[in-house]
């Protein structure tokens, strides 16, 4: 197995070039406007996140094919949360294909690894989190949309391979970080109860903390 160092080091470098990249790629997918550009602070933020989800994802994992998957899960991640605070929309164009590359990687680490239970485990947690989801978005409609459906069915994926508990424990906090800013919103008349709130940070939030909270992942 290779050293953390050189992996961490790598990370680092990863961020630091893609983080102004995944920065622009958000701005012109929330303007639907190909030519938008983004400023330095943006960026640099960008960057910095990024680069604290990647070490983050080599110290739960290592090198192994399962960190690819949490790796383009963080950058996915970077642009998901500054769109849909923008707009209030998550793009199929982020979510599916890391989605895809999520699927591959796991795939890979149980044909390496032996890890076919941890995959089996986390395919029916995404079916799980997307239903019961989907079912949520069709009951009200003016809360969930299709896109915090799929992003919750990503989220399964990668949480439910680490262990049902890590899955129960990131939506728990996900709904937890999403009612404490709402309530923070109303409480200083920035919105009111009905004012609809982007879900997709409070989420992806709260699969961040539960994974830090698991530790290492075998």
Known sequence: MLPRGPLLALALLTAAVAGPLLARTAVRLAARDP???TGPARALASAAVLAVLLCGAVLLTGARPATVALAWAAGAAVVLAQVDLAVHRLPDRV???AAGVAVAALLADAALLG?????????LAAAAAGGIALLAALAGPAGLGLGDVKLLALLGLLLGWAGWGVLLAGVFLGLLAGAAVSLLLVATGRAGWRTALPFGPPLLLGAVLALLLEGPVG
């Open 95 to 97: 979510t599916y294909p």
């Open 115 to 123: 890890t076919w239970p941890a995959l089996l485990r986390a395919l």
């Open 35 to 37: 030519a938008a550009r």
